[in-house]
């Protein structure tokens, strides 16, 4: 499956932005898919995961109330609204696909064999 993320831009503090992330493939609904963000000189971070079926989520407690994972499997797109932003949002946000995920989600970067080339999110003061 290749995976394209999309939505980034610059936004001020308080404000919110929609990210998607596109897939092409077949039976995109057996694929938990993923958001993690790195900012510069950061590791790579845990953001959201959803299951294939869209049953089961999970969020980095950083981001919990504010964001929101979901997914459309008609039109093969996991979606990460993001409310309330705060400028530590700020990163490179990069969504991963990861095979036999009907029903799981998994918040481990290694654990995803697929991954989109980031987009970037900027939230000024």
């Known amino acids: 499956v290749q995976l394209q993320a999309s939505g980034g831009g610059l936004v001020q503090a308080g404000g919110s932005l929609r990210l998607s992330c596109a897939a092409s493939g077949r039976a995109f609904i057996n694929y938990a898919v993923g958001w993690f963000r790195q900012a510069p000189g950061k590791e790579r971070d845990f953001v959201a995961t959803?299951?294939?079926?869209?049953?089961?989520?999970l969020y980095a407690e950083s981001v919990k109330g504010r964001f929101t994972i979901s997914r459309d499997n008609a039109k093969s797109t996991v979606f990460l609204q993001m409310n309330s932003l705060k400028p530590e949002d700020t990163a490179v946000y990069y969504c991963?696909?990861?095979?036999?995920?009907?029903?799981?989600?998994?918040?481990?970067?290694?654990?995803?064999?697929?991954w989109g080339q980031g987009t970037q999110l900027t939230v000024s003061s």
């Open positions: 991963a696909a990861r095979a036999l995920g009907y029903s799981s989600t998994y918040s481990w970067a290694n654990d995803y064999g697929y």
């Open positions: 959803i299951s294939g079926s869209g049953g089961s989520t």
